[in-house]
């Protein structure tokens, strides 16, 4: 099998932001799934560098359009280094070899007779290098960007797009996952049954603009970029794709019988569109793409240009276009001139890839707008990673060490209900998963994949292993717990594992297993049971550290003062002063159950009461948290211990009376003034989250 994924070309008369970050990194996720899928995988990004955007930015900074694109498709192809991104190209559409590609697919347009010349008039909008009529325009400018447009009449090359308008509407019909979501295969099915398709001008007089591909047939003329640009896609699967594809094209050029043994889906003569061979060289590659990533804005003319343009060159059609939404900043567009736009690196710089990419995709359902901002980042980090995947991890890890030295336990034979459960879950969760990532519900994936996480973080509060492992006659037992609790992180790092790369790595190396999680593959591995008894656990460093919203608020104030650049991600924090927190700020006070342990009055106050609690950390009772309470007036130490109490666990830790507190016992104010401790109604276990 073969998966070909492709993001757009960026321009590079601008610097990258989240943006093009976003569409890379899901890209990139989807290549790294189908790779663990068994897959052979081709995953292009690149940058386009013809037309009149780029050649417009290389005048204003007095470089030729080359020297320009040469500099800009720098920063683009930085950040697939930054990124973590496993492409298996970078293509320029000013590469020889993707020119050349482009004039074959011309001149044979041009032979088919699938283009024309014509003369036409008509209303030119500059910057957005397109035709309008005269009733597209909108109070007499571009329809598009609102500029104005000026009257231009000559001659071009049209690409005859109308005549497949009927044939385009039902190939829509027909596969109802060929433009996802939804919403927009209704878009462009509106827009093809409300009005009759035009045919396209496809060129641009040299005389006009001379930074594109030339025509092969007319030296006067150069491609329309669109046209140039679409083609990165075919032209990449050529000349870009990974060596496997070669040497599959290889295998069934010498064995007449298609070498089954490596046979590839859509590997094989790439033409069955009405049963024509069509002998492109290389062209039993990876095409045609299995997913074309692209932003709402360029739907019609990924939906529309692009597949016409392939029905009139006999070539496959891919098999999914897929056009997700658009991050706000503080619910406003991106702009140079609103000073608001991310710069990717900066977040990666300040907050690690692995979060980034977490939160991209778990923050908003791919498809819709969503809003980017700093606060709602850290919030993911704070709640997600830090509490729940990373403090799993650790304390599973350190609990492994402590109690068995190190090594993964042999379990026992008596499994109770709550192991059957967190296995059902588990093994419920590699077909979970392809459903989902399938249609590109990255958000509804990562929910599945933290059913398993929340489930397992229960399993260890609701077993208790640091209570079993007071009683020697529990030790089967704790084995049991131990083991399937490490055998769920084993799941998780696996499937995790293409959404955050870096993290799930670290992980898998600390269970002691071995191997890269990109060459694994995930059906096998994520069997349950994987785990051998005996194995050597590694050290595991803090995978998300809890960030300190606190002194990030200082350091942010200090920085105001300053007055920092636009462009600063300090800069794009929504302000709010309603009084009202949302709950994504609920959610940062982290509230726990915990046992009191010990109680004592701190000398020399009559309202302090020094307590230990157990509040489920590391399920260690020797790491008690301490706090201070002012509730001696009405209670006595004696009557708090053995009671379940409600403290908020991720406070700073503060002095009182000389005495560091280490959280916050909650508690009302009765009618006559003296606390009342808040307790769960029913009695519960130590160290749950209250949300
Ligand atoms: N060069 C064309 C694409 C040619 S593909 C054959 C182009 N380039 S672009 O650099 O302007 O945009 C690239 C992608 O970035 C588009 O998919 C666009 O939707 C996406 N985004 C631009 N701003 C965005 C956000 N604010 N949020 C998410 N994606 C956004 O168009």
């Known amino acids: 099998m073969k998966f070909y994924v492709t993001t757009p070309i960026y321009y590079v008369n601008d610097l990258p932001h989240i943006g093009h970050a976003y569409t890379s990194l899901a890209a990139d996720v989807l290549a790294r799934y189908y790779r663990m899928r068994g897959n052979h995988v081709m995953f292009l990004t690149g940058t386009d560098e013809h037309g009149q955007k780029v050649a417009d930015a290389a005048a204003k900074r007095n470089l030729t359009s080359k020297e320009h694109a040469d500099s800009m498709m720098e920063n683009f192809h930085d950040l697939t280094l930054k990124l973590n991104l496993t492409n298996d190209g970078f293509i320029r559409t000013t590469d020889d070899e993707h020119k050349r590609i482009v004039q074959?697919?011309?001149?044979?347009?041009?032979?088919?007779?699938?283009?024309?010349?014509?003369?036409?008039?008509?209303?030119?909008?500059?910057?957005?290098?397109?035709?309008?009529?005269?009733?597209?325009?909108?109070?007499?400018?571009?329809?598009?960007?609102?500029r104005p447009v000026e009257q231009i009449e000559e001659d071009n090359y049209f690409f005859l797009m109308s005549k497949y308008a009927e044939r385009l509407e039902q190939h829509i019909v027909d596969n109802p996952e060929f433009i996802l979501p939804e919403s927009r295969r209704n878009e462009v099915l509106g827009f093809l049954r409300s009005q009759p398709l035009q045919d396209l001008c496809i060129s641009r007089p040299v005389k006009r603009l001379d930074w594109g591909v030339p025509l092969p047939f007319d030296k006067d003329y150069v491609t329309y970029v669109w046209f140039d640009a679409l083609i990165n896609y075919y032209s990449g699967a050529q000349y870009l794709a990974p060596e496997i594809f070669r040497l599959v094209a290889r295998n069934l050029d010498e064995n007449e019988d298609g070498g089954?043994?490596?046979?590839?889906?859509?590997?094989?003569?790439?033409?069955?569109?009405?049963?024509?061979?069509?002998?492109?060289?290389?062209?039993?590659g990876p095409w045609p793409a299995d997913v074309h990533l692209i932003g709402k804005d360029i739907l019609t003319t990924h939906a529309v240009y692009w597949i016409t343009m392939l029905m009139a060159l006999e070539l496959p059609l891919p098999k999914m276009i897929f056009a997700h939404g658009w991050w706000t900043i503080a619910g406003a567009k991106m702009s140079k001139s609103l000073g608001n736009v991310v710069d990717p690196s900066k977040v990666v710089d300040k907050y690690g890839n692995d979060a980034f990419r977490f939160f991209l995709f778990r923050e908003v359902p791919f498809g819709l707008d969503g809003d980017f901002?700093?606060?709602?980042?850290?919030?993911?980090?704070?709640?997600d990673l830090a509490n729940d995947f990373g403090n799993l991890a650790s304390r599973t890890l350190k609990m492994a060490e402590n109690y068995f030295e190190g090594k993964v336990p042999s379990p026992g034979m008596a499994l109770t209900d709550a192991e059957h459960d967190l296995k059902a879950v588990a093994e419920g969760l590699p077909h979970k998963v392809e459903d989902k990532l399938r249609v590109l519900k990255f958000q509804k994936a990562i929910e599945d994949i933290w059913r398993l996480l929340t489930r397992a973080n229960k399993y260890l509060d609701d077993q208790a292993p640091w209570k079993l492992a007071k009683d020697p006659e529990q030790a089967e037992r704790l084995a049991t717990v131990m083991y399937n609790t490490l055998e769920a992180l084993r799941i998780l790092a696996l499937h995790l594992h293409p959404i955050m790369p870096d993290a799930t790595q670290k992980l898998w190396q600390a269970l002691g297993l071995e191997g890269d999680l990109d060459t694994l593959d995930l059906f096998t591995n994520a069997v349950w049971g994987g785990l051998k008894p005996g194995t050597e656990l590694n050290k595991l460093d803090n995978l998300f550290p809890r960030i300190d919203t606190k002194k990030k608020k200082d350091k942010k104030i200090k920085q105001e003062k300053k007055k920092v650049q636009p462009n600063n991600l300090d800069n794009i924090e929504k302000k709010k002063d309603d009084g009202l927190i949302n709950i994504k700020d609920f959610a940062k006070v982290e509230l726990k159950t915990a046992k009191v342990l010990e109680a004592e009055r701190v000398e020399g106050s009559e309202k302090l009461i020094k307590l230990q609690v157990d509040s489920g950390e590391a399920g260690q009772p020797e790491q008690t948290r301490q706090i201070v309470a002012g509730i001696g007036k009405a209670y006595t130490p004696e009557e708090?211990?053995?009671?379940?109490?409600?403290?908020?666990?991720?406070?700073?830790?503060?002095?009182?009376?000389?005495?560091?507190?280490?959280?916050?016992?909650?508690?009302?104010?009765?009618?006559?003034?003296?606390?009342?401790?808040?307790?769960?109604?029913?009695?519960?276990?130590?160290?749950?989250?209250?949300?």
């Open 104 to 146: 074959e697919l011309m001149q044979r347009l041009w032979d088919k007779g699938e283009v024309e010349r014509r003369s036409y008039s008509g209303w030119y909008c500059t910057p957005c290098e397109r035709f309008w009529t005269e009733k597209d325009l909108q109070e007499g400018n571009c329809p598009e960007c609102s």
């Open 640 to 691: 708090l211990v053995g009671k379940i109490v409600v403290v908020v666990a991720n406070l700073k830790p503060a002095k009182l009376m000389g005495v560091e507190s280490q959280g916050m016992l909650l508690a009302a104010t009765g009618d006559d003034g003296e606390p009342v401790i808040l307790s769960p109604e029913k009695e519960t276990a130590p160290g749950l989250r209250i949300k």
């Open 373 to 383: 901002s700093e606060e709602a980042l850290v919030g993911r980090i704070n709640t």
């Open 260 to 284: 089954e043994s490596l046979q590839l889906e859509g590997a094989r003569n790439p033409s069955d569109v009405h049963g024509e061979s069509h002998q492109l060289k290389g062209a039993r």
